[in-house]
């Protein structure tokens, strides 16, 4: 793909996510050799800006200590920015016209192999204004073109249809790269190799031999600064219904026919239409207050909140995945900000042992933990070494900072926007898979509103609300693992 003559868009790139996120995954992939040879970066925004403003804006969250001036200046040199309103048509046009002037500059040939890709790193309400102006005024039909768009799809079923209907009438669904940023995440891509290339796990991958899995978001700050826009969300519609539910369809999944695309994403559509929607009865919600000391604000500390908001900051659920595989394993994710620390697991417990040899000590678990360093290890039990004949709890485990010291684990954007340059959906959430997602949600977020219901208090700092350990063994035959 290396010939292939690109140029990539970025909307919204005087914004918060393309500094943090966007520009940093393309000079990443630049300083290792991956963009193609002939590549342009345009940035577009409202801001009018001069080149050093707009250089030192999207360079401002490099690792200085990973890189040199030298190239950065390289990465710089193939970076423009056209400044412009997200409705009006000349600007789009005068987009349109640097692109053709930068293929130019390429040397663009008629036998070339051309992409464009747009990213749109833009508030969900312009979504679709922007995409119908690149339609109209931007959109090449003589080379390739890829819409990258970045969550909240909607805020429930109806409206997620909705925008992927609008979506859907401007663009094909294999021109759309819907990102969910935790399949980039390096253990969440290792899920498919981890169960399909080994012969024990899948052997094991069922309700004969699980009890129960649970996978669990830990953030230890609240939503300071961001406030407002968490409010009209929440942590279901922030991380639930997408992250987590991405994660457990690929652990739940069969095994797709091939490592093509649509057939993992088949199979990701397959399981999650087998999983019941979420009942209240089955979940608790949370919301942080501040700590006692006040050193921690509570969530409706912030001035952007409002005062009697009551939207959830931490949720868990107990999911039912309705197939031969899976029925009677409950799946418990669970989610929240300003906990005790900064943790995201996958924990697959396993059946007691049947026999009566050893008096069960504890159970085995394979432990996937995504962040925040990757390991993979399994809670095992051996003969405590020595003379004694007890049995002790240990682990074999694969920690990736002891196994694999020298490779630097790239931020989920720099592999999914390299997806996006190779043209591979295998990482991205299709329409389909995106509708079940929301029917399985809305109902209880529908239920949520409508019932007004409080969410149960915990501090700042803390596990969560009171009976969160409880729900997890009472609700999930859950035992707790000594370390
Ligand atoms: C985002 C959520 O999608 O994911 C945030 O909107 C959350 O609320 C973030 O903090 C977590 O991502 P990561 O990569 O830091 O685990």
New binding site residues.
Partial sequence: KHDVLTTIVVFGASGDLAKKKTYPALFHLYQQGLLPRRTRILGYARTQMEHDQFASRITSFFKRDQTTQSAIDGFLSLCGYVSGKYDVDDDFVRLREEIDRQEHAMHKRAEDERVHIYYLALPPSVFVSVGTQIRTNVYDGSCTNRVVIE?PFGHDLDSSRKLSKDIGALYAEDEIYRI???LG?EMVKNILALRFANVFYEAVWNRHYISNVQIT?K?PFG?EG?GGY?DE?G?IR??MQ??LLQVLSIVAMHQPQSLRSEDIRDRKTEVLRRILPIQLEDTLLGQYVGTKDASKPGYKDDDTVPKDSITPTFAQCVLHVDNDRWRGVPWVIKAG?ALDE?K?VIRIQFKDMPNALFPSLARNELVLQ??PKEAVYIKTIVKEPGLSTNLAMSELDLSYHKRYQDIKIPD?YATLILDVLNGDHSNFVRSDELDEAWRIFTPLLHQIDRDQVIPLPYEYGSRGPKGVDEFATERAGYKLTAR
């Fill in positions: 969550k969910d940023h935790y995440k978001f953030e939503t961001r968490f969300f942590i922030d991380v997408n992250h900000k900064a995201m995504v962040s989920a």
